[in-house]
């Protein structure tokens, strides 16, 4: 019947054949696993632990200003946080509707427990990808070629690409007051060895920290005492491909801190982490522990707290604003200083955790180590915080490490075409010297690269890759058509100067027509929305402009608020194209370079930055000596041409930066 | 700095009121520490969960097979009659057994852990509290007349304190894990250890015995997809002597299967003092509490007895949920029958949104050959190749000797009555022998705590 069992043992030495494989589960590791199992690679999601994918170990919740725009760009490549966020929210909002559409970002709550099982679902479920229960221990490199992944168990992983997503976890330790215990999160096991190969390799590792707040139970809050926060009424979702649906809501809540405390966290601040030296690795100055932020602000007299649900199969709730390492005992005094939290009992102890980072100047914009081909690396292990950070870079690198098993030219995204683009351009540029957090006032292009035009500015990119379907890309058309055509009848339609037309102007603060004018021009207007201009026009034409959908009539309304503006960053860029996109040849010799500075040698052969826009960003580079290289360069392209070629980053002008079309 | 957590808070109580409510710590919140928790709430006795894994409360730490061996589905009744209906309605709900069987069901771990502490959270004096704990100790009281208390650390300094103790800890004293050429500290996988409780325990003058079990591997569930009629599946078949023994059977829901067999009337348990009749809400958050109230009036099924916090399907509007099936429907499962009338599970769905399969381990059959052989071919073909989405492993740790008062359920009495030992780290040796034990120290509890007040 069945024969004598194989001893267990007999797994060990065991090897197994992957196009790419990724380690780690999060939200970096999803999305590289996910990209490189689309595009057609056999890939191998290797995880501590199967039962943790897609944990959300700090804050419950998707995007938000300058994040919400990294995720709409994920989605709109064909990534998965997106619609992942969709099927998980329990609430869901669309900030800065007030303010200019730069900043303008969706942000969901997400029931945890959901966002987990959906992604781990659609890991289970796409084809030509393998989860792998397993501690990664070492990597294999021979001739500067990564060449295997060996497990802690003795399996073998042979592959010619590898994705590094190990978040929080090598030779991680959690941390609370002067008390601290080896831990990648509260409970779990750090990475213990993988470390050591990396630095075996030639990698440098660096050291740094990140902490998350308190989680009480829900029942014990008092909602009187503080500010009731819904979502959206209006259906809204993250992704493009999904028709927003209406959705059951739970509330979140606002509260701030008070003297009081601050009083408690200033008599205890000796004991803080911080403080007390217990953590030696540098925290994120933007999403600052309590603590932090006194040393900081000690003229703020309040600080905001949100508490919001972690899920709805949980009393759980988050205290966004409360994030702190101090002891435990300090923790319940911080909560219960608290308006609306006096009662509140405490859940889970905010804590800190510590771990190595991999330095990403060691990158190249394809997010390969310089030193290791086919070794990639992703998210948090780069010195980043956040999942949306987390998911772009992890989406990149698994279509860079795709297409490196092809030997095809990686796709590197420009700083005007998207934030993925800012984001790794400042990591493997500049480097960080803290947990990096995307802002728009990172990106010079922000009018540009807003979350309403993501999927017109990437997706056809995404579809090239084989990441967005046939059916997808007729959705972004579509959209397209549909605004071109609305464009054009706003173009047609008149708003005829008249009573009616001239006091509702008056009545938004804007002067009376003194003509007819096109509907278009109106809408420059800023007082002026789309629903305004309904009122304004004949109602033959309001029946045919009114039925628009509305993501377009967003687009339409922005569009032609900010012609003006957009229309200058188009011819910014334009002018700056020219020197950003020039390629400096592989292995530039830079010490060769007559007049430049020693620090500007240094850096650059060190950066290696692929064109003379890169170059021109990193630190102690300066303006004269970006001149001597084009001097240089100029000289050099006129004797042989252009370098190399790279995917999507120097290839055809995606909309809206077709300025060169104009 | 000692942060005493104690507990007012109103509720039916079996104790009668003194100085203070009686607060009982549970440590660890796996099988067994959720049975006994739920068992103390539900007589009044406040109760704190202390557990480095609020992620995995609940969850039953090795495979999805709950075997009930020769008891068959007697065992499975008496034990499951046996547990406070909050959690016995999340056990019948996330559990499903091969049509025809009677030795043994599947547990969807994650749903019954996602449903048991959202079950739980609603108990009034039931708390958990995340902190992975490094010792336990007996304090004087500041009081002459009072009994001393138990103090339990925590690893980030925490000193919590109650009347009782009660050590559910699983295999994690002393506890390691050995999977292929590798050993992992720690009771379950992929946990963070914690070797100071047992060295208080030693300190406490407990004694222990060495325990294991074994756990088996996990595949891709295309692997029993592909169960019958692939190339690979029918040479691993003939390589395993195509054994007839060997069958793929469909899954009902044990709550069918118990209801079917031994009548509805069995689980209408209302008035039970286990059960109780609690409110589950929450006073001081109207919206919440209402939505709370209409999702329970929707998810109540029939037939489900008195419905307190019955675990819920996600009510209308709410986002779909994978893991969340009410009247769990797994897909179908392989087993060997045996040569009496019973099955033995060969490979079992792990959940519903995992997408794994779990092969019973020991390696034989199918399931081993499957993944074993895998490699083997795949570099010739360059195709399809098998690995093991998680290897076979055993854990190993020490277990509290015990006074065996019963042969099936042990259950133990350490520190006159400070200490209790429930679950794997008492002696039982599978999942309904810990919950089992879990409920029986519960109630041993309440009525110590009971002898003890009326002698005073």
Same mark, same amino acid.
């Given at each position: ?222 909602? /009187? ?65 309590? /603590? ?371 | ?23 009982? +710590? ?99 004096? +039931? ?45 994690? +004293? ?283």
């Amino acid at each position: 019947m069945s024969r004598t069992a194989i001893p267990l043992t007999k797994a060990k030495d065991r090897s197994w054949n992957y196009d790419v494989v990724v380690v780690g589960g999060g939200h970096a590791g999803c999305e590289a696993a996910l990209a490189a199992a689309r595009m057609g690679c056999r890939t191998a999601l290797v995880t501590l632990h199967l039962d943790n994918i897609a944990l959300m170990p700090c804050n419950p919740a998707v995007g938000g200003v300058g994040k919400g725009q990294l995720t709409r760009e994920v989605d709109a490549l064909g990534g998965e946080q997106g619609r992942n966020a969709d099927r998980a929210f329990i609430q869901i909002k669309m900030l800065n509707t007030s303010k200019g559409p730069a900043v303008r970002a969706l942000r969901v709550q997400a029931d945890k427990r959901l966002y987990e099982d959906w992604m781990k679902v659609v890991l289970s479920r796409t084809p030509n990808l393998d989860l792998v229960q397993g501690e990664a221990a070492s990597i294999d490199v021979s001739r500067e070629t990564l060449r295997s992944l060996r497990l802690a168990d003795g399996r073998r992983l042979d592959c010619r690409a590898l994705v590094l997503a190990t978040g929080t976890f090598l030779r991680a330790k959690v941390v609370v007051g002067e008390k601290s215990y080896a831990a990648g999160r509260v409970g779990e096991l750090p990475a213990r060895q993988l470390s050591a190969s990396l630095l075996a390799a030639g990698l440098e590792l660096g050291r740094f920290q990140s902490a998350t707040p308190p989680r009480i139970d829900g029942r014990t809050i008092d909602p /009187d005492r503080m500010v009731i926060q819904h979502g959206d009424q209006i259906p809204l979702s993250f992704s493009h491909w999904q028709t927003p649906s209406p959705r059951r809501q739970v509330p979140c809540y606002l509260t701030h801190t008070t003297p009081d405390t601050h009083e408690v966290v200033s008599k205890y601040l000796h004991l803080s982490p911080i403080k007390s030296g217990s953590v030696s690795g540098k925290g994120p100055r933007y999403c600052p522990s309590i /603590d932090r932020k006194l040393i900081n602000f000690p003229e703020k007299q309040r600080h905001p707290v949100f508490v919001e649900p972690e899920g709805v199969t949980t009393q759980e709730v988050y205290l966004q604003g409360l994030t702190t390492s101090l002891p435990v005992f300090v923790q319940e005094m911080i909560i219960r200083a608290t308006p609306g939290l006096e009662r509140a009992r405490l859940v889970r102890p905010g804590y800190a955790v510590e771990y190595d980072y991999l330095p990403p100047q060691q990158l190249t914009l394809a997010l390969q180590a310089r030193n290791v081909h086919g070794l990639f690396s992703a998210g948090q292990i780069n010195g980043t915080s956040g999942y949306e950070e987390a998911a772009a870079q992890g989406l990149m690198a698994g279509i860079n490490a795709a297409l490196y098993t092809r030997d095809e030219a990686p796709f590197i995204l420009r700083r005007d075409q998207a934030y993925i683009g800012v984001l790794i351009d400042d990591l493997v540029t500049k480097g960080v010297d803290e947990p990096y957090r995307m802002f728009t006032s990172r990106a010079e292009y922000r009018l540009l690269l807003r979350h309403d035009n993501a999927s017109d500015r990437l997706s056809h990119l995404g579809y090239e890759l084989g990441l967005i379907s046939d059916e997808q890309m007729s959705v972004v058309d579509t959209k397209r058509q549909k605004l071109a055509e609305y464009a054009e009848l706003l173009d047609a339609v008149q708003v005829r100067s008249g009573e009616t037309t001239d006091q509702l102007l008056e009545s938004l603060g804007t002067p009376p027509l003194e003509e007819s004018q096109s509907a278009a021009k109106v809408l420059r207007r800023p007082q002026v929305s789309f629903a305004h201009l309904l009122a304004m026009v004949s109602p033959a034409d309001r029946e045919q402009i009114a039925v628009a959908p509305r993501d377009v009539i967003e687009q339409l309304e922005i569009e032609a608020r900010y012609n003006g503006y957009v229309r200058r960053q188009m011819a910014e860029i334009k002018r700056h194209r020219a020197t950003e996109t020039l390629t400096i040849p592989e292995g530039f010799d830079y010490k060769a370079l007559e007049g430049l500075t020693y620090e500007a040698k240094d850096k650059l052969s060190r950066i290696q930055p692929t064109t003379v826009g890169q170059a021109s960003r990193v630190p102690g580079v300066s303006p004269a000596d970006i001149s001597v290289l084009l001097i240089y360069l100029y000289r050099a392209a006129g004797r042989q041409g252009r370098g190399r070629p790279c995917k999507g980053g120097q290839g055809a002008s995606p909309y809206p930066i077709t300025v060169d079309d104009e | 700095m000692s942060k005493v957590l104690r507990h007012g808070g109103a509720g039916a109580s079996e104790v009668p009121p003194t100085g203070h409510r009686p607060a009982a +710590l549970v440590i660890g919140g796996g099988v067994s520490g959720c049975a006994c928790a739920t068992g103390l709430a539900a007589r009044g006795i406040s109760v704190t969960v202390v557990s480095s894994a609020l992620d995995a409360i609940g969850l039953p730490g090795f495979g999805p097979d709950v075997i009930a061996g020769a008891g068959g589905w007697e065992r499975v009744r008496e034990t499951l009659r046996s547990l406070p209906v909050a959690l016995r309605e999340v056990w019948l709900d996330s559990s499903a057994a091969p049509a025809g069987g009677d030795r043994f069901f599947v547990v969807d771990r994650r749903m019954l852990s996602v449903e048991t502490k959202r079950a739980l959270e609603c108990l009034p004096g +039931l708390r958990f509290r995340q902190g992975l704990v490094v010792g336990v100790r007996m304090v004087a009281s500041s009081s002459s007349e009072e009994r001393p208390r138990v103090v339990v650390d925590t690893a980030f300094g925490e000193e919590i304190e109650g009347d009782v103790a009660v050590i559910a800890v699983g295999l994690s +004293l002393g506890g390691h894990v050995v999977v292929g050429g590798d050993v992992l500290p720690g009771g379950r996988y992929g946990e963070a250890p914690s070797d100071g409780l047992r060295a208080s325990l030693e300190d406490l003058g407990f004694e222990f015995d060495e325990a294991s079990v074994e756990v088996g591997p996990r595949l891709a569930r295309a692997c029993l997809e592909a169960h019958s009629g692939s190339d690979r599946t029918i040479a691993a078949e003939r390589a395993v002597g195509n054994s007839p023994t060997e069958e793929m059977v469909g899954t009902v829901s044990l709550r069918d299967v118990l209801v079917g067999r031994y009548g509805s009337s069995v689980w209408e348990l209302t008035g039970s003092p286990e059960g109780g009749s609690t409110s589950c809400w929450d006073e001081t958050r109207p919206e919440r509490q209402d939505a709370t109230r209409l999702d329970r009036q929707n998810a109540t099924r029939e037939g489900t007895g008195v419905g307190v916090c019955p675990p819920l399907g996600w009510g209308e509007g709410w986002p779909e949920a994978p893991h969340l099936s009410p009247g769990l429907r797994l897909e179908q499962m392989v087993v060997r029958r045996g040569h009496g009338d019973g099955y033995s599970p060969l490979l079992s769905p792990d959940g519903l949104a995992t997408g794994e399969v779990y092969a019973t381990p020991g390696g034989s059959g199918i399931a081993g050959e499957l993944w074993r052989s895998a490699p083997l071919t795949a570099d010739k073909d360059g195709g399809a190749q098998t690995i093991a989405s998680r290897l076979e492993h055993r854990v190993r740790g020490l277990v509290v000797k015990t006074v065996t008062d019963d042969g099936a359920v042990r259950t133990s009495q350490v520190g006159a009555g400070f200490l209790w030992v429930a679950g794997r780290a008492g002696g039982a040796s599978d999942y309904l022998e810990s919950l089992a034990s879990g409920t029986r120290v519960a109630a041993d509890i309440a009525r110590s705590l009971r002898r003890e007040i009326s002698s005073r």
